[in-house]
């Protein structure tokens, strides 16, 4: 199985505080290897990730709120975001 790795950037960057993520080749494909990316980066831990699972949760259903015309007012949306962030 053949193995690499890249850093995370933008626009060409490198940010230096972010591990490499790792990746591996199956048949022809290549996939990020979760497993080796998690041991070399400490923010992957599973508490993490289910905090981001529960504000990317909390995003979508504002975002439906918003799309179906629920709020009035910028400030009544910004009540509820604030509220459902955990």
Same mark, same amino acid.
Request: aromatic share 4%.
């Given at each position: 199985?053949?193995?690499?790795?890249?850093? *995370? &950037?933008?626009? &060409? +960057?490198?940010?230096?505080?972010?591990?490499?993520? +790792?990746?591996?080749?199956?048949? #022809?494909?290549?996939?990020? #290897?979760?497993?080796?990316? &998690?041991?070399?980066? *400490?923010?992957?831990? /599973?508490?993490? &990730?289910?905090?981001?699972?529960?504000?990317?949760?909390?995003? /979508?259903? /504002?975002?439906?709120?918003?799309?179906?015309?629920?709020?009035?007012?910028?400030?009544?949306?910004?009540?509820?975001? #604030?509220?459902? +962030? *955990?």
């Amino acid at each position: 199985m053949l193995k690499r790795s890249f850093s *995370p &950037g933008l626009n &060409g +960057m490198i940010l230096p505080k972010r591990p490499p993520i +790792m990746l591996r080749k199956e048949k #022809d494909a290549w996939k990020v #290897d979760v497993v080796q990316t &998690g041991l070399r980066d *400490p923010s992957l831990t /599973l508490e993490a &990730g289910e905090r981001n699972q529960a504000v990317g949760e909390a995003l /979508l259903k /504002l975002a439906k709120d918003i799309e179906s015309g629920r709020y009035k007012t910028y400030e009544q949306m910004q009540r509820d975001a #604030d509220a459902g +962030m *955990p």
